[in-house]
């Protein structure tokens, strides 16, 4: 529920932000089907080049796109998603964090917990503890 809220408000302001620039249609289109493959996918493909061949385009190009349009890149979208999730599941779940990081596809624990450090500011043990 909370990603299709998310995912709702973005696709809100992208639209506003493409029609006040004159984007190309074929550029929102790009951009618009980059945020429904999102949600299906961040958890199992944190990869730009994944996304870029779902879309039949080149990773450049999709990179490119996504910036146009938002000022962002395709990994903040990517990474905001995997902190939404993450954060969700460490308030809500009893998944240890070791669990957490396997269901998000990250290599180790090690690298979910500096992901997480990173972007919230303090530990996922922390975050859970608060």
């Known amino acids: 529920m909370l990603y299709s809220i998310f995912l709702l408000d973005l696709q809100n302001a992208q639209q506003h932000a493409i029609v006040h620039r004159q984007t190309p249609q074929r550029v929102e289109e790009i951009f618009i089907g980059f945020i429904r493959l999102l ?3 961040f958890v199992e493909h944190h990869d730009i080049p994944f996304y870029a061949s779902k879309l ?3 990773p450049v190009y999709l990179s490119r796109v996504v910036r146009q349009v938002t000022g962002r890149t395709v990994v ?3 990474n905001q998603m995997l902190l939404i999730e993450a954060s969700f599941l460490l308030k809500t779940s009893q998944l240890s ?5 396997d269901h998000l ?3 180790d624990t090690p690298s ?3 992901f997480f ?9 922390e975050y859970r503890k608060r």
Do not use: E, L, N
């Open 56 to 58: 039949h385009i080149s």
């Open 76 to 78: 903040d979208y990517i």
């Open 117 to 125: 450090s990173r972007m919230k500011g303090m530990s996922p043990k």
């Open 112 to 114: 979910f917990s500096k």
């Open 97 to 101: 964090i070791t669990q957490i990081a």
């Open 39 to 41: 949600p299906r996918y």
């Open 105 to 107: 596809h990250f290599a």
